[in-house]
């Protein structure tokens, strides 16, 4: 599973009926590059699915120095920690190129849970698999670091 895009797994076990009327529901975002799609600390606003270019996700340390997380690339899935948790976003996502991006907002999502409570629990399901991937993936990252110490 871990060679599997996180659009595709977003996506996984849902009908075509379904995949549609989700998608219907999104918006797509173009982004310059330069631009931040969020910031660290702003409200949650949904889930985001990169389509194309890249987002560099970006930290401050205590002194104000911007880190660089990492950068993604098309097919990656992000913000699903906020719009479920309705935490302040954990970083800041800034366009490395021109992007575009679809977002499903937290509205569509508890509607969704209201009134496809199917489509709502394979959803949330796939959006786990998703969280749950990173973890491991940020497990053994970890461990590698501790390691060449």
Sequence with gaps: MGSRKQDEILWAHLTRDELHYIRQSGYYHDLSSGTFLFQKGDLADGI??????????????????????????????????????????????????DCIVFQINEKFIKGLINYRPGVATQFLCNILTIMA?????????????????
Excluded: C, F, N
């Design 48 to 97: 985001y699915v990169l389509v194309s270019g890249e987002l560099d996700i970006l930290d401050v340390d205590p002194q104000g120095k911007k880190i660089h997380l990492t950068t993604l690339t098309p097919g990656t899935v992000l913000g699903e920690i906020g719009a479920l948790t309705r935490w302040p976003r954990t970083a800041s996502a800034l366009a490395k190129t």
């Design 133 to 149: 991937t990173t973890i491991v993936r940020l497990t053994d990252d970890v461990s590698h670091l501790k390691s060449s110490k």
